[in-house]
């Protein structure tokens, strides 16, 4: 008999007990697994990644014509024009024996470009005359009288000075004219026009000179020109002249000027 009530009490105990743990598993919260760590993707818009920009040359100074130094054929003929001092004839050729290089610069008294090279002429004049290096310049356009003016204006002529046309009418009549036209030089008037010989490669005799020559087809470069000259004469570098720069500068190449 008491094994039979046991036997009731336990099957009732299960029955109560069943209920209770169904109601626990349907009302207990979902054990979910953590989420996974991800690697934040990155922003849609990423900047690219550029190097950093090359370091610009500056920009040369309002109104200037510089020209680089070239090579140029031009079947540079002898000359023979009035000496802007005396008014005697200077011939090129025998003007230039004797010496290692020479600069024949053709320029324009009233060209505001020759007024800024003129002062680099002069200072390359005065630095290197005494290795062979020598300097005629080839008044164009303009009366004598107004290119000893502007000669008076600076101290005077350093170097030689020769008039080849004396007005603008006479623009496209000089050899001035015809040797910018063959190495391209598409400016109006074309002051300055610098044109480099070595007297030791000229032809000894007949009208042309050499028919190849180094050109600067409008204002000098000077550090470039400089680095040439000092090539031709056999020169070290380091006695090179600085650049000119600023109005410090301008008052050395005024008075460079001075014979």
């Known amino acids: 008999m008491f094994e039979t009530l046991a036997r009731t009490a336990a099957f009732f105990a299960l029955a109560l007990a069943a209920p209770a743990a169904s109601l626990a598993q349907q009302t207990a919260p979902a054990q979910t ?23 610009a040359s500056p920009a040369p100074q309002a109104g200037h014509e510089y020209a680089p130094l070239l090579e140029q054929t031009v079947n540079y003929k002898d000359w023979t024009f009035k000496s ?20 024949v610069v053709y320029f324009a008294p009233w060209c505001g470009n020759w007024k800024m090279e003129a002062p680099i002429v002069a200072r390359l004049y005065n630095e290197y005359k005494q290795h062979g290096f020598d300097v005629v310049a080839v008044s164009e356009y303009a009366a004598p009288a107004d290119t000893e003016k502007y ?21 496209d009549k000089t050899t001035h004219y015809g040797y910018r036209q063959a190495c391209g030089d598409s400016r109006r008037w ?21 028919e190849k020559a180094w050109v600067v087809g409008g204002e000098l470069i000077e550090k ?20 000119c720069d600023g109005k410090k500068d301008d008052q050395k190449t005024t008075a460079a000027f001075k014979p």
């Open 33 to 55: 697994p953590p989420p996974a760590q991800t690697t934040p993707a990155p922003p849609a818009t990423t900047p690219a990644q550029t190097p950093p920009q090359a370091q």
């Open 84 to 103: 802007l001092k005396d008014g005697k004839d200077v011939n090129l050729r025998e003007w230039a024996k004797g010496k290692k290089l020479v600069l």
């Open 151 to 171: 000669f008076e204006g600076v101290g005077g002529a350093p170097y030689t000075v020769v008039v080849e046309s004396e007005g603008r009418d006479a623009r």
């Open 190 to 210: 074309g002051s300055p026009f610098n044109v480099f010989l070595e007297p030791a490669k000229l032809h000894k005799s007949g009208d042309v000179l050499t």
């Open 224 to 243: 470039d020109v400089e680095r040439f000259i000092r090539e031709r004469l056999g020169l070290a570098e380091k006695t090179a002249v600085a650049p």
